[in-house]
């Protein structure tokens, strides 16, 4: 049993060899298999992909709030403070952020913050939001 196993082995080998010794430059041809014949493998590896994407998104969103509580608890009050000026900073990082989240699309950023998409316009023009 065991001396028809190694001339089994023996043989595939001998195959592969001859299959790899052809010519360097030869084309190799990869291809995905379609998702049915893969069992939809290739289809749920994108479904991942895209899943970890969005939460990375929602996590830096994240950061950016806790960032911004953070500075807003640095803030010494006994020295005062310009309340104006700080709730600009603050309208300026929420706006850029929903800009950012909305890829530019004023209407849809408007939404997210709940505002109408002309008061988002005019704070935009009056805080000279670039994005």
Known sequence: ???????LVETINRRRNKDTS???TKAVNLRL???EESGGRVRR????ASSLMREA???ARDK???DESASLQTLDLAKGIDFYDEVQRFETALIKLALEQAEGNQARAARLLGLRATTLNSK????????
């Open 124 to 131: 935009i023009k009056v805080y000279d939001i670039q994005y």
């Open 33 to 35: 298999a379609p998702a």
């Open 45 to 48: 590896l994108v479904d991942l």
């Open 1 to 7: 049993m065991a001396v028809n196993r190694a001339a």
């Open 22 to 24: 052809g010519s360097p």
């Open 57 to 59: 998104q929602v996590l």
């Open 64 to 66: 950016a709030f806790a």
